[in-house]
Structures are given as structure tokens and as C-alpha cells.
């Protein structure tokens, strides 16, 4: 019979969560409260308001955007490279240009408005 050496039980080493549970734990906290968060977040009305003026500024970006870009490559004859750079820039001055007067309107009128259209 041979005489047995005490071993180490096997397993993760010095620091190590076994089988990572600890950063399944981890990852899973970091879901509940990105969760939480984004249903205590979705009661908030003007959070809601705030949304759709994001939407309505890059719906109009987009829609500018394409427009631009298929007037310059078939009515202008202009390379998709150049026309795709124009395209940008165009959309892009006034998307800015609509979220200066989306700042002057203020939040205020912007919730009337939505409030008005919902009846």
C-alpha cells in the first residue's frame, strides 16, 4: 500500500471564484439595475418627451440625408463619394439648426403640443 500524499482538492486557484460564480453574479446585478433603471426611467413623462424630440431630430437627419445624397447623384451627377460627404454636411447643418429651435421652444411648449395631439 502505498502511502498517499496529501494533495490540494482541485479547483480554481487563490483569488479565483469557483466555476466563476462571482462574475456571473456580478453580470447578472449589472442587468437587474440597467432593468430597474430603464423601468423607473420609462414612468417619467418628459424622459418620453425627450425621446421623441431625439426621433423627430434623426428621422428629419436621415430623411434629409437621403434626399441630398439622391438629388446630388442623379440630378447633380456627382461621384456617391462626394455626393455621401455633401449628403452629411446638409443634414447635419440642419439638424443642428432644428435643435437650437427645438431649445428655444423649451420643453414646456413641447409637452403642450404632444399633450394636445394625444387627445
Known sequence: MSAQTPTEEPGPGPGRDPAGVGRTVRAADAAWGLVRRIHLGSR????????????????????????????????????????????????WLLVKLSMGLIRRLGRKRWKEWIEAGVD
Open 44 to 91: 417619467r413623462p418628459e424622459n418620453w418627451v425627450q425621446l421623441f424630440q431625439f426621433a423627430v431630430v434623426g428621422g428629419s437627419g436621415y430623411v434629409i440625408n437621403l434626399a441630398v445624397f439622391a438629388l446630388l447623384t442623379s440630378v447633380g451627377d456627382v461621384h456617391h463619394v462626394l455626393a455621401a460627404v455633401g449628403a452629411f454636411v446638409v443634414a
